[in-house]
């Protein structure tokens, strides 16, 4: 019976920040964890949005792939999404709606995974190109992030809801990703309008974190908090 209470997380957001961009776990592992989620490939190489158990992968280009199960990633988060009863927004946009959905469910200190399938205006995505060894921190890689919109598309949104207090460990607040429904454009999000979309929220109590301790540059980095916060807002925005 698949754990529908727990979002799985391979990596910190943290290691980014430094620059460890390497991928240390395969697809293959990542997907016995979870159906739904979002992350970044290996070499840093764009956006990952994860809908129904397939891994796209939003590269700088443009240009959508699907990843197999011996890529490896180092860091994405999963869980298996569970059917919940929708609310119909329309005629709203992403900051409108994250304090609706904040102040409707109370997320106060809770995961929750984010599921929102609809028509949209409008929708804003930038991508994070990818990187070559040696790796530079995070604060480099993403001076230059393409860019792209589309009006009057239909697809998925996925993401999620974090306690701040997690923030180092993953992204405090929402954290969201699209995929179109022809699956050749997607993204992390930066804003969006909807024109109509199904929202579901699923409370998730648990967070399982995996880090890679095999990884000897995961074991020798200094994952230093001073101005983590900084880095992770200036990357999310």
Do not use: C, W
């Amino acid at each position: 019976m698949k754990d529908t209470t727990t979002v799985y997380q391979h990596g910190t957001l943290a290691m980014l920040v430094v620059g460890l961009f390497e991928g240390t776990l395969p697809v293959s592992e990542l997907m016995k964890h979870g159906d739904t989620g979002i992350g970044t490939a290996n070499d840093f190489d764009g956006e990952l949005v994860i809908v129904d158990g397939t891994v796209y992968q939003v590269v700088e280009s443009g240009e959508v792939k699907v990843l197999a199960p011996d890529d490896k990633i180092p860091f994405a988060s999963v869980h298996f999404h569970q059917s919940r009863p929708a609310v119909t927004i329309n005629n709203t946009n992403g900051v409108e709606l994250e304090h609706q959905l904040e102040n409707n469910y109370q997320f106060g200190n809770s995961f929750v995974g984010i599921n929102i399938q609809g028509a949209f205006k409008r929708m804003h995505t930038r991508v994070v190109p990818k990187q070559s060894k040696p790796y530079p921190k995070l604060s480099a890689a993403i001076k230059v992030q393409p860019k792209f919109s589309q009006e009057n598309v239909t697809g998925t949104i996925v993401g999620y809801y974090a306690p701040f207090l997690f923030q180092g460990a993953t992204v405090g607040g929402f954290h969201l990703h699209f995929i179109n429904d022809a699956h050749d454009f997607g993204g992390h999000i930066l804003d969006f309008e909807i024109d109509q979309a199904e929202v579901e929220v699923q409370p998730l109590e648990n967070l399982l974190q995996h880090l890679p301790i095999n990884d000897k540059n995961f074991q020798a980095a200094n994952l230093n908090l001073q101005n983590m916060n900084e880095e992770i807002e200036s990357a999310e925005h």
